[in-house]
């Protein structure tokens, strides 16, 4: 050490080399440090020294290892040969202490490798994965003695606080656990057994107490079951120990702590003292009983200090105390003791029964009382008044505390009930729905039905229904798109607003954007909710498109604004409007009060497509305008002319008319743009030649038809309804054969002669038809579409229809040749011309509006010059037959306009004065124009003389004389 001076000298467990500590001198950087030396004084340590510069305390253990500890608060864990196992700076806190606190610190060994350092605090330092961990004990106290168990179990220590002896346990399961060994010792010094339980314990003045833990026991007898405690720690359960149990009767040692001066207990008038505790809240005293030892006193007893509402099931902590008159006060205490509670005993039990039978009574009702009872609407609440009424009473006279009820819970549960349910009702339209039948909620539903996020969480699904719907009603029209084109609009009402109010009425006259006047008309009202639109033209023009892209503008009104109407799909196949709503609202669960009340608030746009082609009657719809709803209702509606349709939604509070217009030049393009594929060829001029009506114009259903399917030779209307008939098949089905298409289109036209022809009925039978397959092979063509509101695609329809009339039409027509061409005359044509079964059904296709199917017969029948002779021929015989019948003002009204004046020319330089001299004059006149001007004085005077057709013996529509039995009527 070259005369170095030495602190510490400690030699290595097997005795060959020794651990130095030199002195450290202030501000020398050379001294201090640690050396590790052999026998013979050589330093083994590569550096020479660890921690130079440093004043070190030295310790070894007893499995050779070695622990550094530096004035500073350095730590380190070294092997016998010097190797650091573990570092740590500032590990110790006595780096600010003076230095003779670091000279003062005494450690002791803890097993193997740990060590307790005690100056003022008693510290637990150990190695742990290359780091060093200091644990302060005690919870870092200042004490007064300090001792460890040489086994590393525990230490005992005196706090100089309360002067209060502990033993703290180091093992790993009940690491820094505290027991209090002695109360307020003046001086204690404890010399351990070495088992790391006991220790003997010297005091002022000197006594030693040595109490084997194997001979500590207890013991508590409850009827039902009993605990004993066993060599200090053993503890042994029988039976079960219940809440509330008292102890077994006669017996003194039913509560008893056994230890060696346990023979004494009655001579010093000892007391055993007994209580439990929650270990949930630890402050709780449960239960406590007392055992006196002395002569002649009574068995324990045990106090039960529960509120019915802690009665349950847990772990509770059982002490037992024992003190006497010699000073003698001991204390064994059990923790996580389990205690039972019989369930039909617990309050919480009792209580949840109650609220479980209170909730049925009032649920119970809801499941099983149909929705339209009102006990229904009525018994839940009288339920819930009548529970919290009665709760009360037993509350007020204590009787349910013995039934051990909490009232409050289960008053609170009820109400409870009622906020989750408007909270639930609020959130969640099915517990609405549930809700909206029942009072109280129902007094509550108006108000909701009013706020614009209910209605728009109340009716989410039936708005994504009615974009379902809407799809796919485009769908079926061959993928429509719309194209905003003019219409011209008439408003008006029985009570129009101011001139300079913003509600007063349009003057009339085209629009461009018909449907944003739709959407604005049935939305837009501060001083009258109700409002009906009716978009009338004859067929082709386009009504059902308007209608389904106003029906668009709503829902995304809606959706933006849910304080707006909703429109609803009704099915026009019911007698009456209301039975068509009613149907239509079974996709929306609401209850038939709230739908009526939602009708009643104008809540609702009622949309009927075809009223000419539905089962509903111009006076159905007068008598519901009439009715209770007449005041509030919205209607959006399409027909092909009608006077009686046309005069009933005119009778309303205000009423929009709608006609879309046919396409000119500039609309055309518009049209043809939007439907034309890209890359697509221009279409030919004598195809635009055929859609081109007599002013010019031109028909959208014809155009859209060119454009998908007349890349073909295609070259009139015939031709051009063939050739869709035949695309959608092949669309399909690319494989079909002419001679294929051509048979299903002979029996196409064949079974529109049995159905359309025979009664005029547009819908067709289909889930059970007899000819499925056929029916089938058009509906997947796309030719037929289903005729149901709410089916989905995955069902089978029970009835279709042709996706649009005027194909229906064509095959009648087709129908009809095929059946009349070889006849000697063409009589089917007065009745398609007439019948009023088909004069509902106008389409455009001549010069004029009038029954669709005789328009279709005449692109259908020919050669044109027999059609134009049989038409000369029946107007000419009517001239004869009804001369009595017709007016000339009838006539002159049936000519067409454009050949108006060259009429009036021919009457004047005639002399005759007779109708049927006016008629023959009239057939002459628009036969020398062509045949579609013949066409349309043929049309409007059949309809004149088909009231009369039964005082003409004529062959009837089916070429068969009308007294045959063959006849169809």
């Known amino acids: 050490m070259k005369g170095e001076e030495i602190r510490q000298v400690v030699p290595s467990a097997d005795g060959t080399r020794i651990w130095v500590a030199a002195a450290a001198w202030s501000n020398t950087a050379d001294s201090g440090g640690v050396y590790l030396l052999d026998i013979e004084g050589r330093s083994l340590l590569p550096g020479g020294a660890l921690l130079r510069g440093e004043e070190v305390l030295s310790v070894v253990t007893r499995s050779g290892l070695v622990w550094l500890m530096t004035q500073s608060g350095k730590a380190r864990f070294l092997d016998e040969n010097g190797t650091v196992l573990g570092s740590k700076d500032q590990a110790l806190p006595w780096a600010q202490a003076p230095p003779k606190a670091f000279h003062g610190i005494f450690p002791f060994l803890l097993g193997s490798d740990d060590i307790l350092l005690w100056e003022t605090q008693a510290f637990h330092v150990r190695g742990v994965h290359g780091s060093i961990e200091v644990t302060p004990l005690l919870k870092g106290l200042e004490l007064l003695s300090a001792d460890a168990e040489p086994t590393g179990d525990g230490a005992w220590l005196q706090s100089a606080q309360d002067n209060n002896l502990y033993f703290i346990s180091l093992r790993k399961e009940r690491y820094l656990e505290e027991h209090l060994v002695l109360k307020s010792a003046n001086a204690a010094y404890v010399f351990p057994a070495g088992d790391g339980l006991h220790g003997w314990i010297q005091g002022i003045p000197t006594s030693f107490a040595y109490v084997p833990l194997s001979e500590v026991g207890a013991a508590l007898k409850l009827e039902g079951g009993s605990l004993e405690v066993k060599n200090g720690r053993d503890v042994t359960l029988q039976g079960r120990l219940n809440i509330r149990a008292p102890l077994r009767q006669n017996e003194a040692s039913s509560i008893e702590l056994r230890w060696p001066g346990r023979d004494h207990a009655t001579q010093a008038a000892g007391v055993l003292e007994f209580s439990l505790w929650d270990e949930r809240t630890p402050h709780r005293l449960v239960a406590s009983g007392t055992r006196r030892f002395s002569q002649g006193a009574p068995p324990p007893q045990l106090q039960w200090n529960l509120d019915d509402l802690f009665v349950q099931d847990g772990l509770y902590r059982i002490v037992f105390r024992y003190y006497d008159q010699t000073g003698i006060d001991t204390t064994l205490v059990l923790h996580h003791i389990p205690f039972r509670t019989p369930l039909i005993e617990q309050v919480w039990f009792r209580t949840g029964i109650a609220c479980v039978m209170a909730t049925m009574l009032l649920g119970i009702p809801l499941v099983l009382l149909p929705r339209t009872r009102s006990a229904r609407s009525w018994l839940p609440f009288i339920g819930w008044t009548l529970h919290v009424l009665a709760g009360s009473g037993l509350a007020f006279s204590d009787v349910a505390h013995r ?230 209702v919205r209607l959006l509606c399409t027909s092909r002319p009608h006077d009686g349709f046309r005069h009933a939604i005119e009778s309303s509070s205000r009423w929009l008319h709608v006609q879309p217009r046919r396409l000119d030049e500039e609309t055309l393009g518009w049209f043809i743009d939007a439907y034309r594929p890209e890359g697509a060829p221009e279409l030919r001029a004598e195809l635009l030649a055929a859609c081109r009506g007599p002013d010019g114009t031109y028909l959208p259903i014809l155009v859209r038809l060119a454009l998908m399917f007349g890349h073909g030779p295609a070259s009139n209307v015939s031709e051009l309804y063939e050739a869709a008939f035949r695309g959608l098949l092949r669309r399909q089905d690319s494989s079909l054969h002419d001679a294929e298409d051509s048979e299903l289109l002979a029996w196409s036209s064949a079974l529109c002669l049995r159905t359309y022809w025979a009664n005029g009925v547009r819908a067709l039978r289909y889930r059970n038809a007899p000819e499925r397959p056929q029916l089938e092979k058009l509906l997947k063509a796309g030719v037929l579409i289903p005729d149901e509101p709410s089916l989905e695609r995955s069902q089978t329809p029970l009835q279709v229809r042709f996706f649009h009339d005027s194909m229906q039409s064509y095959l009648t027509a087709c129908g009809l040749f095929a059946q009349e061409h070889a006849r000697p005359t063409w009589e089917v044509l007065w009745r398609a011309a007439a019948d009023p079964l088909f004069t509902s059904a106008q389409s455009e296709l001549l010069a004029g509006a009038g029954s669709e199917l005789f328009q279709m017969c005449l692109e259908v029948f020919g050669p044109e010059e027999r059609l134009r002779r049989e038409l000369q021929r029946q107007l000419l015989e009517w001239s004869r037959l009804y001369d009595d019948s017709l007016t000339k003002r009838d006539i002159i009204q049936a000519v067409p306009t454009p050949l108006q004046r060259p009429f009036h020319q021919r009457l004047q330089d005639s002399s005759a004065l007779a109708p049927r001299d006016v008629l023959g004059t009239a057939t002459a006149v628009c036969a020398q124009a062509g045949l579609p001007m013949l066409g349309v004085l043929y049309m409007r005077i059949a309809t004149l003389v088909w009231p009369f057709r039964e005082s003409k013996p004529r062959v009837d529509e089916g070429g068969v004389p009308p007294e045959s039995p063959e006849a169809p009527h």
């Not at 108006?446 to 009603?473: C, D, E, I, T």
């Not at 029209?477 to 008006?492: I, K, T």
């Not at 196949?573 to 039975?579: H, K, P």
């Open 403 to 632: 039934l051990k009820i909490h009232f409050p819970t289960f008053v609170g549960v009820l109400f409870v009930e009622v906020l989750l349910g408007l909270l639930l009702g609020a959130f969640s339209p099915p517990v609405f729905r549930l809700l909206a039948g029942i009072k109280p909620f129902q007094w509550l539903t108006p108000l909701a039905l009013a706020v614009p996020g209910m209605r728009r969480r109340l009716f989410a699904n039936y708005v994504a229904h009615g974009w379902r719907k809407l799809m796919s009603q485009r769908r079926q029209a061959n993928n429509e798109r719309y194209v905003s084109l003019p219409a011209d609009l008439r408003e008006g009402g029985v009570h129009p607003g101011q001139p300079d109010s913003p509600e007063a009425p349009r003057p009339p006259g085209p629009v461009t954007s018909p449907e944003t006047h739709i959407r604005d008309f049935l939305t837009v009202s501060e001083w009258h909710p109700q409002a009906s639109v009716l978009i009338e033209s004859p067929g082709g023009r386009g009504k059902s498109a308007l209608l389904r892209e106003s029906i668009r503008q709503l829902l995304l009104r809606f959706e933006q604004d849910p304080s707006g109407p909703l429109p609803v799909f009704c099915d026009a196949r019911s007698g009456t409007l209301l039975e068509a709503v009613q149907r239509a609202l079974e996709a929306d669960p609401l209850l038939c009060e709230l739908q009526e009340a939602m009708l009643q608030r104008g809540d609702y746009v009622l949309v009927v497509d075809g009223l000419t082609e539905s089962l509903l009657s111009s006076e159905a719809i007068q008598s519901f305008l009439d009715g209770k709803y007449g005041r509030t």
